[in-house]
């Protein structure tokens, strides 16, 4: 009698190495590069020539000599590989994986904002559209939020759009933060009574917290920070167990990065639905067609690189 669940695990997991043979083959075929967010399915980290956090990805993407870059996360972060290298062709596996929180501001509000506090610079997080980022002073990412708030010769700014990493930025300077009341509805909604009730399970885990998140859920936290500054935490801490509050992917990263360790999810459901719409079958099919590269308008990118560069000239001193 053929064993049918041997056959069909079988034939799941050569079909599985085949694909990623075929994505390899054609990588290297069209000197490609494959970036993948902290945040995307393991199995996408695990084929990546780069795995990290936004700053991280931002800074490669220029240094890289491949002519397209098959970059794997949400379309801000594809659209920010492409101001920064406009000759080389980004491809985004999904062009639907969005980010609600770059969604919840228009540039007609900035433009309100902007009417309002006439004197104050205005920066923006990188999670963003391009037209948000283009009416500008300083991008950051969650890495570098208060370094460049702090460098920055201005006492108002308006920080757009999350308030949460707002105002745990307004937390730590002395300078009047205008927040913006757009969030991350991952972060933003984290329930602290849930997290507590899973550190009831591990009473002697550090809990590590994206700046996103609500006030309650940072305040009982161990450690605040981007998911860079997560996985640097991690290693440079002796905990056995880490309650993980961010995206599920982190508990990919961290579990490969220190094997050793243990990183559970604080809360039950922490995922970007976004994030993980891309797939090994999207990439090979992105390959294969060039789908789909990123196109932004000129004007617009010009605008949008000078707030970009703001940010590398501060996080470079
Ligand atoms: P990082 O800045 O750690 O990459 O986080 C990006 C993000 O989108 C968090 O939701």
């Known amino acids: 009698m053929i064993n049918t669940t041997f056959v069909l695990k079988f034939s799941k997991e050569s079909l599985l190495e085949k694909l990623v043979h075929d994505i390899l083959t054609l990588k290297e075929a069209q000197n490609a590069c494959i970036l993948a967010h902290n945040y995307q399915p393991g199995d996408i980290q695990d084929i990546a020539d780069f795995v990290g956090d936004s700053l991280e990805l931002s800074n490669i993407v220029t240094h890289l000599p491949n002519p397209t ?32 929180l770059a969604e919840s501001i228009h540039k007609e509000d900035l433009q309100q904002l902007k009417k309002q506090y006439p004197h104050a610079s205005v920066v923006c997080y990188v999670n963003s559209s391009i037209e948000t980022k283009a009416l500008s002073d300083y991008c950051c990412t969650s890495a570098n939020a208060l370094k460049i708030v702090e460098s920055i010769p201005a006492d108002t700014i308006i920080f757009i759009p999350d308030q949460g990493l707002g105002s745990w930025i307004q937390e730590k300077s002395h300078k009047e933060i205008i927040l913006y009341p757009g969030s991350c509805p991952i972060h933003f909604l984290l329930d602290p009574h849930e997290i507590s009730r899973t550190w009831e399970h591990y009473p002697k885990a550090a ?14 936290s161990t450690y605040v920070g981007g998911t860079g500054g997560m996985i640097q935490y991690a290693g440079e801490t002796s905990f056995d167990t880490y309650l993980v509050a961010t995206d599920i992917g982190m508990i990919h ?8 360790k243990r990183f559970i999810l604080a809360a039950e459901k922490i995922e970007c639905k976004d994030m993980k719409s891309i ?18 308008d000129p004007s617009v990118a010009i605008a949008a690189k000078r707030a970009i560069q703001n940010m590398m000239d501060i996080q470079q001193k």
């Open 279 to 296: 797939s090994l079958q999207k990439i090979h099919y992105s390959l294969l067609h060039n789908y789909s590269p990123i196109e932004v």
């Open 69 to 100: 870059i098959v970059f794997c996360g949400v379309s801000f972060m594809a659209e920010t590989a492409k101001i920064l290298s406009p000759e080389k062709t980004i491809l985004l596996p999904e062009p639907t994986a969005l980010c609600d």
């Open 253 to 260: 990263r961290l579990s490969k990065e220190y094997p050793t």
């Open 207 to 220: 809990l590590i917290t994206h700046p996103e998140a609500n006030k309650a859920v940072r305040d009982m």
